[in-house]
């Protein structure tokens, strides 16, 4: 399994997300990984860790895979959803890779916030 990052990295800028027990790195994201996340984010409102269903996992998925993506270069997606995630690790990595994105920070106070939005991603509401 390819869990390791690019050590040719600079980390510098980079976010640690808890995944399957373990942490891994999120980068800010390149142009072409928000493209790729893009029509998933607006998938994502009011998702919690109690809340997600079958439909709603996928977007998750997608998010989260595209986030570690740039420090985790050699992670395919079969071994990415083959890890043991738990979906409150799920839940909790969405924000962090959204704020890598560009978008709002997520508040700490409600857990819930402006990252699920358009807005979220600099585009009008």
Known sequence: MSL???ESLDLSAARTVRLAGRDFYV???????????ADHVPKLSGITAENLSGERLMPVCEVVWDGLRRAH?????DEFLDLPITMAELVAAVPVVIE?????KVSADT???????????????
């Open 4 to 6: 390791d990052r690019d």
């Open 27 to 37: 980068l800010p994201l390149s142009l072409r990984q928000i493209i790729a996340m």
């Open 73 to 77: 270069p050699k992670l395919t997606k």
């Open 100 to 104: 890598q994105a560009g978008g709002k």
């Open 111 to 125: 857990g819930e916030g402006q990252p699920h939005r358009a807005s979220a991603m600099g585009t009008p509401a």
